[in-house]
C-alpha cells in the first residue's frame, strides 16, 4: 500500500488521510485533523495536494467545506492513464534515439562541395551517392581504371543495380582491369554488361581504388580499409589530359598482348 501511495506523489500524511476519509465518508477538515492528530493547518495542506492528485473531491453543504475520497477504482484510471504517458513517451524515445543515430551515422558520411568544380565523398553511402550521380550524366561513355573493392565487398548489391541502370541508360565503359582472378571475372560479364574490357599485368594497374572519366569529370574512389573515400573534379583540361593517358594505357594493352592471352 506505501509504494502504491509512493508512485502517487503521496506524502505519508496524505495517504493517512486518503485512507481515513475511504472509511469515514465525507468530512470536514478539522475532523481529520482530530481523528489523526495533525495540525489543521497541515491537513488543509494535504487536502489541498490530494484535491490537485484527483484523489478526494470536495463540495459545499451548509455553507461549510466537505471532502470525500474519490472511488479506489480512479485510482487505477490514474494509472493507466500515467501508464499511456509513460507509452508514448517511451515511443518518442526511440524515434529520437534513432534520429541521433542518424546524426552519428551522419558524422561518417560527408558530401563536402568545394565551390562547384570538386567533391569530396567520405563514408560507403557517400561512396554509393558518388557512383550512382554517374547516371546523371548526358555522356554515353564511361572509361574506368582499376577494379576497386567496392565490387566485391558488402556493396555488391548496389553495384549490380547501378550496372543495371547503367545498361537501361545505354552508357558505355572502357575499362582497364589487373589481370587477376577478379579481373578475369569482370571481363566474363562485359557482353551483358554494355562494357568492354582489356586486362593489364597486375603490378601496373591499380587494384585498390577506382579512375572514372566521363566527359569533362572525374571520379576517384576506393573502398578498401575502412574508410571508403572518393572525391569528383569537374574540369575539362584535366579530363583530357587523363582521357589521353587512358588512351595511351588502352592502346598498351592491346599491343602487350597481355589481354588477347585470355
Not at 100 to 106: A, D, S, T
Request: with cysteine; charged share 30%.
Amino acid at each position: 500500500m506505501k509504494e502504491l501511495f509512493e508512485r502517487l506523489g503521496c506524502s505519508e500524511t496524505q495517504a493517512k488521510i486518503y485512507l481515513l476519509m475511504l472509511e469515514l465518508g465525507p468530512s470536514i477538515a478539522s475532523m481529520l485533523a482530530k481523528r489523526t492528530r495533525i495540525k489543521r493547518v497541515t491537513v488543509y495542506g494535504a487536502l489541498d495536494g490530494l484535491v490537485q492528485k484527483g484523489l478526494i473531491e470536495t463540495f459545499k453543504k451548509n455553507n461549510i467545506n466537505y471532502f470525500q475520497a474519490v472511488d479506489p477504482n480512479v485510482i487505477q484510471q490514474i494509472f493507466d492513464q500515467q501508464l499511456e504517458v509513460e507509452k508514448n513517451f517511451n515511443q518518442q524515445v526511440h524515434k529520437s534515439v534513432a534520429d541521433l543515430q542518424k546524426i552519428k551515422e551522419g558524422s561518417k558520411t560527408q558530401i563536402i562541395d568545394v565551390k562547384g568544380i570538386m567533391k569530396y565523398y567520405q563514408g560507403e553511402e557517400a561512396v554509393k551517392t558518388l557512383i550512382s550521380e554517374t547516371l546523371d550524366y548526358p555522356e554515353k561513355m564511361q572509361y574506368c581504371i582499376g577494379l576497386s573493392g567496392y565490387h566485391v565487398l558488402q556493396v555488391e548489391g548496389h553495384w549490380k543495380s547501378y550496372i543495371r541502370s547503367r545498361v537501361k541508360k545505354g552508357m558505355k565503359v572502357k575499362s582497364i582491369q589487373a589481370d587477376t582472378v577478379e579481373g578475369k571475372s569482370y571481363k566474363k560479364k562485359d557482353a551483358v554488361s554494355l562494357r568492354e574490357t582489356r586486362l593489364i599485368e597486375k603490378r601496373k594497374c591499380p587494384d585498390d581504388g577506382e579512375l572514372n572519366i566521363i566527359g569533362d569529370k572525374i571520379i576517384l574512389y576506393t573502398a578498401e580499409g575502412n574508410e571508403p573515400w572518393g572525391v569528383k573534379i569537374m574540369n575539362k583540361k584535366i579530363a583530357r589530359i587523363l582521357k589521353k593517358l587512358f588512351e595511351l594505357a588502352w592502346d598498351h594493352s592491346q599491343q602487350s598482348g597481355c589481354d588477347e592471352k585470355k
